[in-house]
């Protein structure tokens, strides 16, 4: 089939607002927008401004109400504790209508913020959903957090209850949430009403009298509650997420927008039929869980998976194709770093041959670039489509893209193709001129944003404008760094803030160095991301001692290591630390981290002209050989010459 992209691209470019009105007839309305889109308040933007809608009533509730009551809602596959389990779509809205009974019966209104800090089990789900269902704004916080992360998110959300579980499940560890969150709870200036805790079988969490409650308990004893019509302006949700500091920033979701966003792409990003089998092998706790393992699917009627395990260990390098083959799967969406696991384990790909993996159509790819030797290996094995598609927790879908549903344009590996329609990217260089074809520069989009992308921080408008509207007015700045091509082809190839993404997680070195900056011998110290086979890429600690303070390098190593686990939490993936006696700088005083960072990767790199003592490169240099990086000076030009 040709492809209908630059057709559908055309429409939207020339009526977007009537584009997105036909696209919001999709879905269910209680009232009519007022207006498709409001501008008045630019560059703050709102759709759908005057409409009500409920996102759990377009996830469940109109399904069971149209011929989908019996069909699979959620499956749940579990290697870590050997459980699949299958929730029909009149299932899962009864067990939601339930929970959302619970809440509301622990004074959980409309409006109110609830965090869920919870493992990868269907009661996360259905939390989820029932909050939308009573108007509530969820707030995930995904597992592999530590406490001051978890306690610097409920202080922000002021939420009134907080539900978790009794513990989480890393292949074969077992990692109690519970003390975690009674941490959590301690440090953060806000407290909630209640927490709900789901005792699980591997462990068993102690309550606190009078503030914590037993999910079970509590949802044998209460009555189903009905959906509440919200604005399609009300939040839906927040989601917090790494960026420019060391303060997570709380991503804020609408209803509308997001239903209308989502529905939209399911048919034409992801090229899936409603009562087909979707999914996304993420986390809830990430914006691929909540748009792709609940929201997405679930508002366009497909089955969705929910898988409690790993690419590899679970037990081995052939889980996604025993899920894949089990049940049925036609489109999967993972990260590149998870194909890299499978890769590194299984290269010939044996067993990817162990299964029917026939109903499988599309790979799509995300969360970080995909580097082209993945992806190239993805296709030969898989002999499908495989799609890498570029967006940010921001967005909530996908910038760019090759829009299988509107037939598939010609593959370049590296890049994630096209702008999705909805979307006006293009490429400034600093002083804010479009780059010209194969030039990189920053990567914006014009403005207004679509619907399904986040209309503000929560309480923070001024932050929102600062972060992402002030640098190029006019234009969304996406904090990555690109090119298009001659044939208008996305390259998006770094960030230009202190994000990393590591084994598809978003992280701040900038909180990573505010940790090792609290220890009391560190004097300073710089945090980078280097180059990783598996994760694509793992931060990197520099520090200074402290005058007169003398330290075992390992020892303190291994105390830094622990102290970002501490506080960040294990997905931080911090490991690896060394002291040096000075940091690279200017000679303004600010640390050269792109030059350490090539010292660290042992790519070529330029003296940057305005260093203040090139001496301190090869300082770095030889600590990190001391500690088996390639260290080496290459090709090193004197200093003066040269662009940083
Ligand atoms: N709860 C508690 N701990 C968690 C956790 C959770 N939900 N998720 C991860 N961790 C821990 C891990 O156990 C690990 O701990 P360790 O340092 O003690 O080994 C640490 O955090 C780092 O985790 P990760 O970076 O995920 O490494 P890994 O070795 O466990 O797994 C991959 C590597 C590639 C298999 C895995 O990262 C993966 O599947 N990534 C895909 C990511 C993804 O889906 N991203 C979403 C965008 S699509
Ligand atoms: P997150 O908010 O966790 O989804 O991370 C968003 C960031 O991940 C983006 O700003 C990019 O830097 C990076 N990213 C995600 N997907 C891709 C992709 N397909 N290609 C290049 N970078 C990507």
Redo the contacts with the bound molecule.
């Keep these: 089939m040709s492809s209908l992209y630059h057709e559908v691209y055309a429409r939207w470019r020339a009526a977007p607002e009537r584009f997105w009105a036909e696209a919001a007839e999709a879905v269910h309305w209680y009232r009519r927008w007022e207006a498709v889109l409001d501008a008045s308040r630019a560059p703050f933007y709102r759709w759908f401004p005057g409409g009500q809608v409920n996102s759990c009533y377009n996830a469940l509730d109109r399904h069971v109400e149209n011929g989908r009551a019996g069909q699979p809602a959620l499956i749940y596959d579990s290697p870590v504790t050997g459980t699949v389990r299958s929730y029909s779509y009149r299932e899962l809205r009864d067990e939601v209508a339930r929970f959302a009974g619970v809440l509301a019966g622990r004074g959980v209104e409309r409006g109110d913020r609830v965090i869920i800090y919870m493992?990868m089990v269907p009661e996360a789900v259905i939390a989820m959903l029932a909050c939308a269902r009573i108007g509530a704004i969820h707030s995930v916080v995904?597992?592999?957090f530590a406490s001051p992360e978890l306690a610097s998110r409920i202080t922000d959300a002021r939420p009134k209850a907080i539900l978790t579980a009794s513990c989480?499940i890393?292949?074969d560890?077992v990692?109690p949430y519970k003390p975690l969150l009674d941490a959590a709870i301690e440090l953060a200036h806000a407290k909630p009403d209640c927490c709900i805790v789901l005792q699980r079988p591997q462990a068993r969490a102690t309550l606190v009298p009078g503030r914590d409650h037993d999910w079970a308990e509590l949802a044998a004893g209460a009555q189903p509650v009905d959906c509440v019509p919200v604005l399609a302006t009300d939040p839906l949700y927040i989601l917090y997420t790494s960026g420019t500091t060391g303060h997570p920033k709380g991503i804020v979701r609408d209803n509308g927008g997001h239903l209308v966003a989502l529905t939209w792409s399911m048919r034409n990003v992801y090229g899936v039929d409603p009562g087909e089998v979707y999914w996304?092998?993420?986390?809830l706790?990430?914006a691929?869980?909540h748009s792709y393992i609940v929201y997405g699917p679930l508002f366009h009627g497909n089955t969705t998976i929910l898988y409690e395990g790993?690419?590899?260990g679970t037990p081995d390098a052939g889980a996604f194709w025993r899920v894949i083959a089990q049940h049925g799967v036609r489109a999967f969406?993972?990260?590149p770093?998870?194909f890299?696991?499978i890769r590194r384990e299984d290269p010939e790909g044996e067993h990817i041959r162990r299964y029917d993996l026939s109903r499988l159509r599309t790979l799509f790819l995300?969360?970080e670039r995909c580097d082209p030797p993945t992806l190239v290996w993805a296709q030969q094995q898989l002999g499908i489509p495989v799609v890498d598609h570029w967006w940010q927790t921001e967005t909530g879908w996908a910038v760019g893209c090759d829009c299988v549903g509107l037939g598939l344009l010609p593959v370049k590996p590296g890049s994630c193709t096209l702008p999705v329609p909805g979307y006006d990217v293009r490429i400034l260089d600093d002083a804010g001129r479009e780059a010209g074809a194969g030039d990189t520069g920053n990567v914006v989009i014009r403005l207004p944003l679509p619907p399904g992308c986040s209309p503000t921080l929560w309480n923070n408008d001024r932050g929102y404008e600062q972060t992402y509207l002030t640098a190029y007015p006019g234009y969304y700045l996406t904090a990555d760094a690109g090119y298009k091509d001659e044939d208008g082809y996305l390259w998006i190839m770094s960030r230009t803030d202190d994000v990393i993404n590591?084994?598809?997680?978003r992280l701040s070195t900038g909180a990573m160095e505010e940790v090792l900056a609290g220890h009391p011998d560190v004097a300073e110290c710089a945090v980078v991301g280097v180059h990783d086979a598996?994760?694509g890429e793992v931060p990197l600690g520099l520090v200074v001692l402290k005058a007169g303070r003398s330290r075992d390098p390992a020892e303190l190593a291994a105390e830094l290591v622990e102290l970002v686990r501490k506080r960040i939490?294990?997905?931080a993936?911090f490991?690896t630390a060394t002291t040096v006696k000075r940091l690279p700088k200017t000679r303004s005083g600010k640390i050269v981290r792109g030059t350490i960072r090539k010292i660290a990767d042992g790519a070529a790199y330029t003296v940057p002209p305005t260093i203040d003592d090139p001496a301190t490169l090869e300082e770095v240099a030889a600590a990190l050989a001391a500690i088996g990086y390639p260290g080496r000076v290459t090709s090193p030009s004197p200093a003066g010459s040269g662009p940083h």
């Design positions: 493992p995904f597992g592999g989480g890393e292949i560890r990692v996304a092998a993420s986390d706790g990430w691929v869980g790993k690419p590899v969406f993972t990260a770093t998870a890299r696991a995300a969360g590591v084994a598809g997680h598996l994760k939490g294990p997905v993936s490991k």
